[in-house]
């Protein structure tokens, strides 16, 4: 993929392009993240204007709509003629210096910045305007569109954890002193695993968060804050659970995005389903 990306880079520079458009996407998930690759790179690596498209329930959009502009775009090809329409005003705009209006004006996909406006009339009142509107079943636009989360039904409890192998698991970036495998402090792209086989407790000198949500120092005090090993093992030598798996599982949820999560957590619980694990400690922050 990255040698693709680069060599479509080398073409955009060999002919000294200003503008990158790449898509429309629309709904193709795979479409999408290299639409999304290649206009990263090509606004980061030679500073052109760069543009795509697809369909606010592509998974790359909620991966690059905070870092990109996105024109909204229909499911499918169908709508092709209005999304090259909407891509080619935004590339106009932007290498023209034009500011931006609301993404509903402008057709792109809210990127989560926030622009401040004077409005003609209180909140109060619109408000109220809105909600008449919606009891009325008249069609009405709100100001602060709810997201959409899947839901995700509860896994059924353990029949018995004094026989259950159990796993500790963090969204609190712990790492090695150091962070030798550079995981980032927030948008993460990787998940890492780390040995606790024959280890009792997290030492502060050896261990430290580098999640950039939070202030982490109490955690680099103590990082059982975000991972409680030492509780565990007592659970162990105890007999409440059967064992600890011996290694934890470690990224940071920092403005993560939910289709990376969602990645995440499936490989993660495919080596742990593999490795005969029962259920999971998930420590969060």
């Known amino acids: ?39 990263l790179r090509a606004r980061e690596r030679l500073g052109v204007i760069a543009v795509t498209g697809m ?24 709508g092709m003629a209005d999304g090259l329409a909407i891509m080619a005003r935004l590339a106009l705009k932007l290498v023209s210096g034009t500011a931006l209006g609301a993404p509903a004006d402008e057709g792109y996909v809210p990127t989560g910045r926030r ?57 609190g970036g712990l790492v090695p002193h150091g962070n030798p495998d550079r995981l980032e402090s927030g948008f993460a792209t990787k998940w890492l695993r780390y040995s606790i086989a024959g280890v009792d407790s997290l030492p502060p000198e050896r261990w430290q968060s580098v999640h950039g949500g939070f202030n982490t120092s109490r955690i680099n005090e103590d990082p059982h804050r975000v991972l409680p090993l030492d ?44 490795a005969g694990v029962d259920g999971v400690i998930l420590t969060s922050t």
Request: proline letters at 7%; aromatic letters at 6%.
């Open 231 to 274: 509780v565990a093992r007592e659970l162990e030598r105890e007999g409440v659970i059967g064992r600890l798996h011996p290694e934890f599982y470690s990224t940071t949820g920092n403005t993560s995005v939910i289709p990376t999560m969602r990645r995440f957590a499936q490989e993660m619980g495919r080596e742990l389903r593999a």
């Open 115 to 171: 622009i401040f406006e004077m409005a003609e009339r209180p909140a109060p009142l619109r408000a109220v305007e809105m909600l008449l509107r919606k009891v009325r079943g008249e069609p009405y636009t709100t100001e602060w569109p709810v997201p959409r989360y899947h839901r995700v039904p509860a896994a059924p409890p353990l029949q018995d954890t004094a026989k259950a192998t159990i796993a500790l698991v963090t969204t």
């Open 55 to 78: 369909h606010v329930d592509n998974a790359a959009t909620e991966v690059y709509r905070t870092r990109l502009h996105i024109a909204s775009t229909q499911r499918t090809a169908a």
């Open 1 to 39: 993929k990255q040698g693709a990306i680069d060599e479509i880079l080398d073409l955009v520079a060999e002919h000294r392009s200003e503008i990158v458009i790449a898509g429309p996407a629309f709904s193709a998930g795979r479409y999408g993240l290299a639409c999304g690759g290649v206009t």
